[in-house]
T-cell receptor, first 111, second 115 residues
Framework: GEDVEQSLFLSVREGDSSVINCTYT??????LYWYKQEPGAGLQLLTY?????DMKQDQRLTVLLNKKDKHLSLRIADTQTGDSAIYFC???????????FGKGTTLSVSS | NAGVMQNPRHLVRRRGQEARLRCSPM?????VYWYRQLPEEGLKFMVY????????ESGMPKERFSAEFPKEGPSILRIQQVVRGDSAAYFC?????????????FGSGTRLTVV
């Protein structure tokens, strides 16, 4: 079935790079997504990558996609305390009607 | 443009009562999605609606849960005879036709507590 797995916690120092990893199961997903959730808030779309791309860069964010291994990663350069949040990886379901989310990776940034 | 509006932000219900959660999509958006987030879990898809139509309800529990998106007014997620296991954050998202999943905008959620 469709499933998305992420590590639950990541702790980094301010100014370092953060790398959040994700594995997914549905190779038919047209896009793969990264969302950010701050405490008490909804999810904010950070970035998404088309499934035939290997990499996408957007300012401090770099997404890497390995389709063969069904592995997606999000790299945040120069991590700031404001980046502390929960990061969710998501793939599309087979029908293309919904997103399937991982359980989220809690990123903690210390100064 | 106020974004996706959900209300109430917090809702407390006793076991056996009904919960009604409302979602007003972004202006111009005619597709609405409901997701549930249990404590320390990711979001789980519940239902996808367009105006007056349920497109995909594969994530909805078979009993006690229903959703609608009428021609006029907000989308409503209704939970009858709530139980403690229904306690969760319920998120609504909306999108425009043709944008698909990458055009999602989420609301801030309704946090339901069943006591």
């Amino acid at each position: 079935g469709e499933d998305v797995e992420q590590s639950l916690f990541l702790s980094v120092r301010e100014g370092d790079s953060s790398v959040i990893n994700c594995t997914y199961t549905d190779s038919s997903s047209t896009y793969l997504y990264w969302y950010k959730q701050e405490p008490g808030a909804g999810l904010q779309l950070l970035t998404y990558i088309f499934s035939n791309m290997d990499m996408k860069q957007d300012q401090r964010l770099t997404v890497l996609l390995n389709k063969k291994d069904k592995h997606l990663s999000l790299r945040i350069a120069d991590t700031q305390t404001g980046d502390s949040a929960i990061y969710f990886c998501a793939e599309e379901n087979q029908a293309g009607t919904a997103l399937i989310f991982g359980k989220g990776t809690t990123l903690s940034v210390s100064s | 443009n106020a974004g996706v509006m959900q209300n109430p932000r917090h809702l407390v219900r006793r076991r056996g009562q009904e919960a009604r959660l409302r979602c007003s999509p972004m202006k111009g958006h005619s597709h609405v999605y409901w997701y549930r987030q249990l404590p320390e879990e990711g979001l789980k898809f519940m239902v996808y609606l367009q105006k007056e139509n349920i497109i995909d309800e594969s994530g909805m529990p078979k009993e006690r849960f229903s959703a609608e998106f009428p021609k006029e007014g907000p989308s409503i997620l209704r939970i009858q005879q709530v139980v403690r296991g229904d306690s969760a954050a319920y998120f609504c998202a909306s999108s425009q036709p043709g944008q698909g999943n990458y055009g999602y905008t989420f609301g801030s959620g309704t946090r339901l507590t069943v006591v």
